[in-house]
């Protein structure tokens, strides 16, 4: 049901605080809108969401339906080894998505 997209930046080195951005199209339904024929649309939104980077859990955040469809999620994480960011997510109806990529972290420069 869910598409995701991560953006970390291409070079990364031991140390860096990274930012990444994360999108996940999910139309985050508050249960407020009718569709064409006037019926309510359940409320359907991402209740829980977390990333973990190297088995550390890195950004979570619980979700209510104050959050716009197609949400837009920036945080920070030091850079330590290589390794993979790990994003999972699940919504009302029990849907649940993920979205692994792989970091690769260079050496610091001498």
């Given at each position: 049901?869910s598409?995701?997209?991560?953006?970390?930046?291409?070079?990364?080195?031991?140390?860096?605080?990274?930012?990444?951005?994360?999108?996940?199209?999910?139309?985050?339904?508050?249960?407020?809108?009718?569709?064409?024929?006037?019926?309510?649309?359940?409320?359907?939104?991402?209740?829980?969401?977390?990333?973990?980077?190297?088995?550390?859990?890195?950004?979570?955040?619980?979700?209510?339906?104050?959050?716009?469809?197609?949400?837009?999620?920036?945080?920070?994480?030091r850079?330590?080894?290589?390794?993979?960011?790990?994003?999972?997510?699940?919504?009302?109806?029990?849907?649940?998505?993920?979205?692994?990529?792989?970091?690769?972290?260079?050496?610091?420069?001498?």
């Open positions: 049901m598409n995701a997209r991560l953006q970390v930046p291409t070079r990364i080195v031991r140390g860096d605080v990274v930012k990444a951005r994360l999108l996940i199209q999910h139309p985050m339904d508050s249960g407020y809108l009718q569709d064409l024929q006037g019926q309510l649309i359940p409320r359907n939104v991402i209740v829980w969401l977390t990333c973990t980077y190297g088995g550390q859990q890195v950004f979570k955040v619980e979700l209510s339906s104050g959050i716009a469809g197609n949400p837009l999620f920036e945080f920070y994480f850079a330590g080894e290589s390794g993979e960011l790990w994003v999972q997510w699940i919504d009302e109806q029990g849907v649940t998505g993920e979205l692994r990529q792989s970091v690769t972290v260079l050496p610091p420069a001498t």
